[in-house]
């Protein structure tokens, strides 16, 4: 649990990660107990494995691991004990559920959020897409919490927290599988947004919650706006979000973080907040991609960007794990084989800092990708401009990498 609570945060000390004051709620609530004991456990059978670095060349490396893990006895002994925790803390959670109320809607979304994380932790990818089912739950409850409540201003932190990273799991979770996830956070948005604003010297990502907005409404337009509509109007909408995210400034939310306590790290959180940004304006073009008939905008400047500030953010910097989503995009944009090895290395080094099973999601989630636009379905070379993320929609990966 101790290293879980680590992960969680962007820098973990006393008295500055609310997730920890979870540990102590566990004598009263059995729903937290066992599934944080089933998250820690699942987290220690990835860590405590055999080896410490992974063959290069495997086409499966999560596999590969799971496989190591299954024949190694301390892993797998962590393996189902995670198991059995978590299928107990179901039984919890059916309980909660059915005596829902205000009181109680706050450990049960706490409980939520920790289910998403089994399932991002989790080595062996389920296809029953668990952690969409759990995120729904999450966003019902969310209409359950009563605006402020809390006892005391520790206990509304931890709140905001777990709220704050329930909206950005519905947030990044809509780019790459279902836009209906956005359709249904948006409703929350104007509530949401200022928790964002409250935890953001201390979440993990370094996403300025006004890049995520960008991102959920792109998500939201491009689940209502089908493939096959090519009016003006969604595009322009895409261009002007994408104007808005490029107009952000970035220095300028930095320096307003900088004025909270203890609060040191600002090049990285520049370089980090950056690399989204423009992450976020590739996807929108994925997304919306009649944007480029009507505009064009410079793809391979952006990968270039989002690289370049990746590069300065190095594996002891505390914000190194915050990077995975937006290294996925600028590998699957990218036809440079130099910039694909390069992200492949980064979401591998990822995972030695933060060893949680949805990095071989996006490894596999990238690889897909790659063979999709060096060739056609005739096997010929494809044509420029592919839609990379309708691909992977059409061949069923609809996945969180956060």
Not at 41 to 49: D, V, Y
């Amino acid at each position: 649990a101790d290293r879980v609570c680590k992960d969680l945060v962007a820098r973990d000390a006393p008295g500055i990660n609310p997730f920890r004051e979870l540990i102590p709620l566990t004598n009263r609530h059995p729903l937290l107990l066992h599934i944080l004991v089933a998250t820690s456990a699942i987290h220690w059978s990835n860590i405590f494995r055999p080896i410490t670095a992974i063959p290069t060349g495997l086409t499966d490396p999560g596999g590969y691991l799971a496989q190591l893990r299954s024949k190694d006895l301390v892993s797998r002994q962590a393996l189902i004990d995670a198991l059995t925790a978590k299928q107990k803390a179901m039984g919890h959670l059916r309980e909660v559920l059915d005596t829902l109320d205000p009181a109680g809607s706050e450990v049960a979304l706490a409980a939520m959020h920790f289910f998403v994380k089994f399932d991002l932790i989790d080595l062996e990818r389920n296809d029953d897409k668990g952690w969409q089912t759990h995120l729904e739950g999450a966003s019902s409850i969310l209409a359950l919490l009563a605006p402020g409540s809390g006892a005391s201003s520790s206990s509304r932190m931890l709140r905001d927290c777990v709220i704050a990273d329930c909206f950005i799991y519905h947030i990044l979770g809509s780019t790459l599988a279902s836009g209906a996830l956005a359709a249904r956070i948006a409703r929350y948005a104007f509530e949401l947004l200022p928790v964002m604003r409250r935890v953001e010297v201390n979440s993990y990502l370094s996403c300025p919650s006004e890049i995520l907005q960008v991102i959920l409404v792109a998500s939201q337009l491009s689940y209502e706006t089908p493939c096959t509509d090519w009016s003006l109007s969604a595009a322009d909408e895409a261009l002007a979000l994408i104007d808005q995210a490029l107009a952000f400034d970035i220095p300028a939310w930095a320096a307003q973080l900088q004025r909270q306590p203890n609060v040191t790290d600002i090049e990285s959180r520049v370089h980090v907040a950056s690399a989204h940004r423009s992450a976020a304006c590739l996807y929108i073009l994925q997304a919306l991609p009649l944007a480029r008939a009507v505009r064009p905008v410079d793809t391979d400047f952006l990968v270039g960007d989002i690289l370049g500030h990746l590069g300065q953010i190095g594996e002891g910097d505390p914000y190194f794990k915050a990077t995975s989503w937006p290294t996925f995009i600028a590998g699957a944009e990218t036809r440079d084989a130099e910039k694909r090895t390069w992200s492949l290395k980064r979401l591998l080094a990822i995972w030695e800092i933060c060893s949680w099973g949805y990095i071989f999601t996006a490894i596999e989630m990238l690889k897909a990708t790659w063979a999709m636009q060096d060739r056609d379905a005739t096997g010929r070379a494809a044509v420029p401009g592919i839609n990379w993320l309708q691909g992977l929609k059409d061949m069923g990966f609809d996945y969180l990498i956060v």
